[in-house]
């Protein structure tokens, strides 16, 4: 089962923990070399048996790996980037950031033709974060959409799918751009949404309303518990095909507010139920109950 | 712990149901009458014991009784008041309806002064519904807003809330246009949110776009399998309210839209993580985990 021999993760929280875990677990490589600017979440992932060593300083770690996977929030993978080009510039990395686009546009930018870069997102996030956050199997069953450079070697993309292979993932190869329009609408904009509406409650609440939201509420609201700095991030480099959600999703409103208005209650309820079949296939494709 | 002689239900679906099951097992009261449309539904209730005697045309057991609970949805309470008034009009009674200021006004045309009408709503609800979703102790330790009519009698004001503290609600009393305020924040409105999105969902995705959802996309949307002819009811019912929270929402969404195109990552964070704090907040109240 062993596919490198040293296999390096910069970021420990709770997708690289997580990693971590079943790397070690199943064996998926010899050596496993953690990196983090904060040396407490890298004593803490070898105390628990993640990772075999570990660097605070990137540069001086990375030489030494067969493969690496960059589990960064998206906005510093470009920094790690530059430092493969620099020193160890034909190692085959992937990353596992929310946003594809910028990243493969910086990806071709710093690398041109000659980059050994794969990214890589799995679609098993949770508004925890932190290495605290790290479980094994976090990845098994779950959907890794993989998005290749257009110079990707097919050796190159198929060591990084046998790599999710190993972790149990079901995985799809797709255009960044794709994958971006794809996710502004799974969950980038969900995100907006409940923030917007998070924004909203603040203003309109009482100092007691919290204790007049029911299950539905808790649930609905959930993301928005997300770590902002990462998730400022994600929607930024996501904008443009926000954007083109929001703008859309606002003729959405008016619809209703227009059925609403028109005390249309026939056309609700076929809105409504149309809804609710729309989220039943969403949960019928997703596996869910 | 028997306070009524022949408590009536009318709806025997998750509300009523779920009544009926602590009525009785707690002995509330000596004798529990169902009534609803569905000779099977109360042929069910009958037959799982939530029931002594049924009937499907309210005006025959009316009479009989001591107390009454109105669980259909709100469009239909006035139906029943109308009822009420004709067969049995010093009859105490309450609703579990999620709209309240509709509801009070119809009391008051139908009954005048004369009415014993106490207004109830358990925030205990869930996206299922039916018979089949009735379940012991759901009420337990969930809040219950009353609302009481200008002239009802604190005798029955008492009487309803010891109702309510014998299935183990907690409850607080409030003005019915202050309810409906609160549940367009808590409730209404994200519901409308959340079938809004569901639309845009159903235009913008692709065949397999259910696929890449994630936990995070399958809470938010949880409450979009709510009953659509119910939930017409309710978001027209409490339209004024979701009007002006639609107006503001929009201001919301144009606040994120300046800042997304600003490109303003700080002021971003900022916002994000006052909303993680206000979300931190609900759910304290909330006492959720």
Redesign the interface.
Known sequence: MEKFKNLGIVGIGLIGGSIAADVKKKGIAGYVTGFSRRLSTLKKAKDKGLIDEYFTDFTAGVKELDFLVICTPVGIVEEYMRKIRAYNSRLLFTDTASVKGEIVRRALEIFGEKGNFVGSHP?????KNGIDAAQENLFKGK?V?ITPLPFSSSESVEKVKSFWRALGSKMIIMDAEEHDR??A???H??????????????????K??????????????????????L???I??SN?EN??V??S???N??D???GI??G?D?KK?????????K?????????G?I
């Not at 729309?278 to 997703?286: H, T």
């Open positions: 679609i098993a996030g949770s508004e959907e959409i794809i996710m609408l799974t969950s904009f969900p995100h907006l949404l409940v923030y917007a509406f998070l924004s909203l409650f603040g203003q309109e609440s009482g007691e309303t919290g204790r007049f939201t029911g299950s539905g509420f808790t649930d609905t609201t959930r993301i928005g518990k997300s770590n902002g700095k998730w400022s991030e929607l930024l904008r926000l954007f959600l929001l859309r999703f606002r959405c409103l619809e209703f507010e609403l208005k005390y209650k609700l309820i076929v809105k409504l139920e149309n809804c609710r729309i989220k039943g296939k969403i949960d019928d494709q997703k869910n």
